[in-house]
T-cell receptor
Framework: EDKVVQSPLSLVVHEGDTVTLNCSYE??????LLWYKQEKKAPTFLFML????IEKKSGRLSSILDKKELSSILNITATQTGDSAIYLC????????????FGTGTRLKVLA | DGGITQSPKYLFRKEGQNVTLSCEQN?????MYWYRQDPGQGLRLIYY???????QKGDIAEGYSVSREKKESFPLTVTSAQKNPTAFYLC?????????????FGQGTRLTVV
């Protein structure tokens, strides 16, 4: 059975700290790994990582895919209160049809 | 503006009642998806569709039904057979014909059984 596991489940840090969120997967026919940020309702897209693009960076956020270890990390440096959200990891699988398998998410709270 | 619209934002269902959640997209995406989100459980796939008039069950399809009569629309019906329907429902869509296949989400519908 396809599975995506995120850790930690929740995390509380202070502004300015650096955090690392983890995502591991066991998915047949892996195509890509995606990170989303969910603040209130709709998850918003952060990064997509594939075999041809295993490292992405945008401002204070960066992500790396380790295809050998079947895992990914999302780093956030110099955290701000606006980074408080649920961070979701999803793996896109192709098994005749395309679908996304999501992890449980990591709830990050950044204190002022 | 292109996007995904879900309605209603809040929905209350009585025991034994069927309700339908609407999802419309004008992004010209081929694929559409329905997810259920419960506290501490992330997003679980209910149904997905990649082409008009065709759809596949996800991991938790029991008690739900869908249709895909138009490319833009993918309504979800929560039937009385779904014993615990109180949850946050998210609809998403994506392209299938390029490298940029990330899913885009609607704002969600919060369903409560009363």
């Amino acid at each position: 059975e396809d599975k995506v596991v995120q850790s930690p489940l929740s995390l509380v840090v202070h502004e300015g700290d650096t955090v690392t969120l983890n995502c591991s997967y066991e998915v047949t026919n892996f195509r890509s790994l995606l990170w989303y940020k969910q603040e209130k309702k709709a998850p918003t897209f952060l990064f997509m990582l594939t075999s041809s693009g295993i490292e992405k960076k945008s401002g204070r956020l960066s992500s790396i895919l380790d295809k050998k270890e079947l895992s990914s990390i999302l780093n956030i440096t110099a955290t701000q209160t606006g980074d408080s959200a649920i961070y979701l990891c999803a793996v896109e699988a192709i098994s005749g049809t395309y679908k996304y398998i999501f992890g449980t998410g990591t709830r990050l709270k950044v204190l002022a | 503006d292109g996007g995904i619209t879900q309605s209603p934002k809040y929905l209350f269902r009585k025991e034994g009642q069927n309700v339908t959640l609407s999802c419309e997209q004008n992004l010209n995406h081929d694929a559409m998806y329905w997810y259920r989100q419960d506290p501490g459980q992330g997003l679980r796939l209910i149904y997905y569709s990649q082409i008009v008039n065709d759809f596949q069950k996800g991991d938790i399809a029991e008690g739900y039904s869908v249709s895909r009569e138009k490319k833009e629309s993918f309504p979800l019906t929560v039937t009385s057979a779904q014993k615990n329907p109180t949850a946050f429902y998210l609809c998403a869509s994506s392209r299938l014909d390029s490298l940029n296949t990330e899913a885009f989400f609607g704002q969600g519908t919060r369903l409560t059984v009363v």
